[in-house]
């Protein structure tokens, strides 16, 4: 059974052209579309090849707003951004793409800048419950650690949660478990 979530109108590809993004969760996975009338418009070379520009853009987008413009680490709030990049918040993948990560919501979160690339590197890990966990502090400036919630941010939206074998994947990387 498939459940459609209208996510509004957004940005895609220009901060011109403005189309529906919509969320539809097929068998646990939740599958961008858009209202694109299918113009022949080639897919965008350079990116993997299953997945064109209009992909990332409408998943950046539905990350940002099903966080509501707040990083997922901090709780930090953050206005929608005036063009498509946000100028505070980094959308980054849990599991990266070159490791095999899909281009799926639940493998993507919200972060500000600064804890980018120490998610990435992992620096910092979420468990199966969300609780944050940072597996070397002495590798961090007190400052973020600080920062950091107990638990990660998550949307209210299940279909839109981080997935735990994304999570998982992310730990055993970070945490090597």
Do not use: W
């Amino acid at each position: 059974m498939s459940k459609v979530v209208m996510i509004g109108i957004v940005p895609l590809a220009s901060p011109v052209l403005l189309r529906k993004v919509i969320a539809v969760e097929k068998m646990g996975r939740v599958v961008i579309d858009t209202d694109d009338d299918g113009m022949g418009e080639e897919a965008q070379r350079g990116f993997a090849a299953d997945h064109g520009l209009d992909a990332y853009s409408s998943l950046y987008q539905l990350v940002l707003v099903s966080y509501g413009y707040r990083c997922a680490l901090t709780g930090a709030h953050f206005g929608a951004p005036a063009l498509e990049l946000h100028a505070e918040l980094e959308v980054e993948a849990i599991q990266p793409r070159e490791q095999g990560g899909p281009l799926a919501i639940e493998n993507y979160l919200p972060v500000v800048h600064s804890l980018a690339r120490p998610f990435r590197e992992g620096l910092i890990a979420v468990e199966d419950d969300y609780r944050i966990v940072v597996p070397h502090p002495h590798l961090l400036d007190q400052r973020v650690l600080a920062g950091l919630r107990v638990g990660l941010l998550v949307p209210d939206e299940a279909m839109f949660r981080p997935g735990t074998a994304f999570l998982a994947y992310h730990r055993r990387y970070a945490l090597g478990r």
